[in-house]
């Protein structure tokens, strides 16, 4: 395990390590999802997209496409997940 300290900002904002955000890929302008750990926090990459991979399955079963459908149906999904996140 690797430690390093970064000091916040009066804006709460945080610098990653160089070392850490090359070892993740984490890119400039990327997403992370920090998620709060009882008394430490986990930083991890994040894409919205690819976490919803799978969700729309129970939409597509034998069904005709239909864009208006699928449309509100992702609309549906990813405001779901948000609530979640």
Known sequence: MTIQSSRVTSKGQITIPVAFRDEL?????QMVK???????????????????KGCFQKY??????????????MEKEIATYHVKS
């Open 25 to 29: 890929d984490i890119e400039p302008g």
């Open 34 to 52: 920090i998620v709060l750990l009882h008394d430490s926090l986990e930083i991890t990459p994040y894409d919205p997209v690819a976490s919803l």
């Open 60 to 73: 597509a079963k034998n069904k005709p496409y239909n864009k208006r459908k699928m449309q509100r149906a």
